[in-house]
């Protein structure tokens, strides 16, 4: 009886997990043709969580607790499988983005937040709450993880005692990634492993790496087993401020090769308002109001929130949210980077902001430069060090949280991730790309759902 069970339960999740990679497949935009277009932000604005957002939606799917205060948005996980997540109803075709962030604190918990296209290029910032010293920034470009040296840890001081603020300046010719008003990483877009250059939604939330269904690979690098009788575990976010650097109402692919230059903005231009956008950000940074023109959203874009629950858009938004991750170890990165501009964008934080000590490690010697704020090395080292096994070996791992969600799904749809992140080693300086797909996303399909009714009765 036991055996049959776990048979069931086994091959509900591999169900769940082939069709999601099936539907990611029919909406990305580089291996499928007739994708629906991205809504354009298009503008400006900054949200301080003390409501509900007009900006962003939680995931049909995804479980836990999310509540708004007058001092932001808390983001808990109460019990075993909670994922809470929001995701922005508009794409950037380059911007900046600023959150100010606390994480969760917990061994095994991971709080992320990150940008994601359609055709899995990627910028991600990740805390473990088992580290007290250090964050991690990372990178993919059209999903392609045959390689493990793209992520890097920084230092911070207590990311989860303290609100710190994190910038990701996405521009043409180099992200760079900001700690406090200060860079701590710098990708310039001739690197060798490809240059995230299609448009972005933004993606918040935390979930438990540490769950024990997970792979040893992603348990290790989340810190540890997750000891769920210490729940609740919460991140907390008090302000975004969001300002995209195109024009328009939708972006759309025109062919499939993912480059920037393919991309077209309807009734606007790619990276038509760059310097409008700083103007913007520097303002919104410092608690000043915009012009209506820069802070309201586009025709087209506000009417994006209620078509991402229409039947057409809303498939594409789950299908690429469910298996942007799954789908990652099976693409391939096709979009070039030789035929940038160079374009001579400054990138500054306006804001004025006190500079922390923070050193950064980092994994990508060849094609990322790393400015560190202090020379403070020491206690980062042992923090990665502490945070990474030196015997991980460079591999691609995909968990088997879908299972985890299968095995839990007789009261409703339960998660363990949407997250990509990666796993660092401390001898070799590789990191390992950790694909780990939200299982909540599979209850919704009929044929792994009864499997797992049937192995519930069972």
């Known amino acids: 009886m036991a055996f049959l069970k776990s048979v069931l339960l086994a091959l509900s999740a591999a169900s769940a997990l082939a069709e999601s990679s099936s539907t990611a497949a029919s909406c990305n935009p580089i291996k499928t043709s007739g994708c629906s277009p991205d809504p354009a932000l298009g503008s400006s604005f900054a949200e301080s969580f003390t409501s509900e957002s007009e900006h962003f939606h939680k995931l049909q799917y995804a479980t836990g607790q999310i509540n708004y205060t007058d001092e932001g948005m808390a983001m808990t996980i109460n019990k075993r499988f909670d994922n809470p997540s929001l995701r922005s109803n508009f794409y950037l075709m380059f911007g900046k983005v600023e959150v100010e962030f606390k994480a969760a604190a917990g061994q095994g918990i991971i709080s992320s937040f990150y940008l994601q296209s359609d055709d899995l290029d990627e910028i991600d910032l990740e805390w473990t709450g088992g580290d007290t010293t250090q964050f991690q920034s990372n990178y993919f470009s059209k999903g392609d993880t045959t390689t493990w040296d793209r992520g890097a840890f920084h230092g911070v001081d207590a990311p989860q005692e303290k ?33 995230p250059q299609s ?57 499939q090769s993912g480059s920037w230059e393919s991309i077209e903005a309807k009734n606007g231009e790619v990276y038509g308002r760059y310097q409008e956008a700083q103007n913007d950000f520097s303002s919104l940074t410092n608690g ?31 299908a690429s949210t469910s298996a942007s991750s799954s789908a990652s170890s099976s693409a391939s990165s096709s979009a ?59 591999q691609s791992l995909t968990t088997s949280a879908e299972a985890a969600a299968v095995t839990s799904s007789a009261a409703g749809s339960k998660s363990s991730a949407n997250s990509t992140s990666t796993v660092s080693s401390a001898s070799s300086s590789y990191s390992v790309r950790v694909n780990t797909t939200n299982g909540a996303y599979a209850m919704k399909m009929s044929l792994p759902a009864l499997f797992a009714a049937v192995a519930f009765l069972i």
């Open 336 to 394: 070039s980077s030789s035929a940038f501009s160079s374009a001579n964008s400054t990138v500054s934080s306006s804001a004025p902001y006190s500079t922390l000590s923070n050193s950064t490690s980092i994994l990508s010697p060849s094609t990322v430069s790393v400015s560190s704020v202090s020379s403070g090395s020491s206690e980062s080292a042992s923090a990665i060090s502490k945070s990474a096994s030196a015997s991980i070996k460079p």
């Open 288 to 318: 000043q109001a915009i012009s209506s023109s820069s802070s309201a959203s586009s025709a087209s874009s506000s009417a994006s929130s209620s078509a991402s629950s229409s039947a057409s858009s809303s498939a594409s938004t789950s």
């Open 199 to 255: 448009p972005m939604y933004v993606m918040m939330g935390c979930w438990a790496g540490g769950d024990p269904d997970n792979q040893p690979g992603t348990i290790e690098w989340a810190g540890g087993l997750t000891d769920y009788t210490k729940a609740p575990f919460t991140m907390y976010i008090k302000r975004v401020v969001i300002t995209d650097y195109s024009t328009g109402e939708q972006y759309s692919y025109n062919g």
């Open 163 to 195: 609100f710190h603020n994190y910038t990701v300046d996405w521009a043409m010719d180099k992200t760079v990634w900001y700690l406090d008003g200060a860079p701590v990483r710098t990708l310039t877009n001739d690197s060798s492993e490809g240059y």
